[in-house]
T-cell receptor, first 111, second 114 residues
Framework: RKEVEQDPGPFNVPEGATVAFNCTYS??????FFWYRQDCRKEPKLLMS?????NEDGRFTAQLNRASQYISLLIRDSKLSDSATYLC????????????WGAGTKLIIKP | NAGVTQTPKFRVLKTGQSMTLLCAQDMNHEYMYWYRQDPGMGLRLIHYSVGEGTTAKGEVPDGYNVSRLKKQNFLLGLESAAPSQTSVYFC?????????????FGDGTRLSIL
């Protein structure tokens, strides 16, 4: 099985801090990359797609490093509501575009 | 504004019983998926469908069957439930499966097999 690996955490971060975590993937042919957010006992929800040039959405920045085969997510000025599990997802062209999901990184923002 | 709807939300079964999980989407998506999520693991694809009348096996298809008779519905069946099938099941749909085609999820079915 192709793998997507994440540090499970939890990352305990004070409110207002900046936090970053990475995700590594094993298939160099991977085409698309996403970050999803999953709240406790809820469904995953798309946070952002990760483009080759990197992209930003408000306080969130995603980067792709193809040479080292990892993607990263940076959260600035963290809010209590950012507490969740962040799932790294990779779309592999050679598997009929099936998504491969990481197990997630748990983030806890403390007041 | 329903999106993806799963029924039931909770179910407890005895070993050997059968049941069907229903997924319905109102976004006219071609692709639909069934996943299971277990503690400490990423979502694993059970079966998927690329259009009405088609289905395909995912990573963990054994013990499950699916049907896509209508574009908006994707059914997941457990023929003879086993304790190893205790899990949270998510249905998802997407417009396509190319680059940057995100999947939209239902809110899950929590299934316990005793």
């Amino acid at each position: 099985r192709k793998e997507v690996e994440q540090d499970p955490g939890p990352f305990n971060v004070p409110e207002g801090a900046t936090v970053a975590f990475n995700c590594t993937y094993s298939n160099s042919a991977s085409q698309s990359f996403f970050w999803y957010r999953q709240d406790c006992r809820k469904e995953p929800k798309l946070l952002m797609s990760v483009y080759s040039s990197g992209n930003e959405d408000g306080r969130f920045t995603a980067q792709l490093n193809r040479a080292s085969q990892y993607i990263s997510l940076l959260i600035r000025d963290s809010k209590l509501s950012d507490s969740a599990t962040y799932l790294c997802v990779v779309n592999e062209q050679d598997s009929n575009y099936q998504l491969i999901w990481g197990a997630g990184t748990k983030l806890i923002i403390k007041p | 504004n329903a999106g993806v709807t799963q029924t039931p939300k909770f179910r407890v079964l005895k070993t050997g019983q059968s049941m069907t999980l229903l997924c319905a989407q109102d976004m006219n998506h071609e692709y639909m998926y069934w996943y299971r999520q277990d503690p400490g693991m990423g979502l694993r694809l059970i079966h998927y469908s690329v259009g009405e009348g088609t289905t395909a096996k995912g990573e963990v298809p054994d013990g499950y069957n699916v049907s896509r008779l209508k574009k908006q519905n994707f059914l997941l069946g457990l023929e003879s439930a086993a304790p190893s099938q205790t899990s949270v099941y998510f249905c998802a749909s997407s417009y396509g499966a190319g680059k940057y085609q995100p999947q939209h999820f239902g809110d899950g079915t929590r299934l316990s097999i005793l």
